[in-house]
């Protein structure tokens, strides 16, 4: 079993900066892939990033990349999600997952089924 717990949301300017971070309980936190997703009001959950069980590998959606940074710290059992340079459109609440199941599955990432554990979500506003 495995609990996740997210923190750092909150209200930011655009062109601001905030840091996520997701706290995970359990064994084994070094052994499997970590994510954020995010869902906006009125639309569906879609991926953001992810990271692989060591920290070597990292996807990121288009819309991201060059923005946003994920890492973990394996000794904290914890995940973090720094996102610079904020845009309105970022606002959402964000969830961090768990695929207990793999390091890393380089093809099924970007899926919501990959994941077997979510936290409750944390909301992201930017003002514009």
């Not at 750092?8 to 900066?17: E, F, H, I, N, P």
């Not at 590998?57 to 973990?72: L, Q």
């Not at 606002?91 to 936290?119: E, F």
């Amino acid at each position: 079993q495995v609990q996740l717990d997210e923190s750092g949301g909150g209200l930011v300017q655009a062109g601001g900066s905030l840091r996520l971070s997701c706290a995970a309980s359990g064994r084994d936190f070094s052994r499997y892939a970590m994510a954020w997703f995010r869902q906006a009001p009125g639309k569906e959950r879609e991926f953001v990033t992810t990271i692989s069980c060591g920290g070597g590998r990292t996807y990121y959606t288009d819309s991201v990349k060059g923005r946003f940074t994920i890492s973990r710290d394996n000794a904290q059992n914890t995940v973090y999600l720094r996102m610079n340079s904020l845009k309105p459109e970022d606002t959402a609440v964000y969830y961090c997952a768990a695929d207990t199941a793999s390091c890393i599955n380089s093809g099924g990432y970007r899926s919501l089924y990959q994941y077997d554990y979510w936290g409750q979500g944390t909301q992201v506003t930017v003002s514009s």
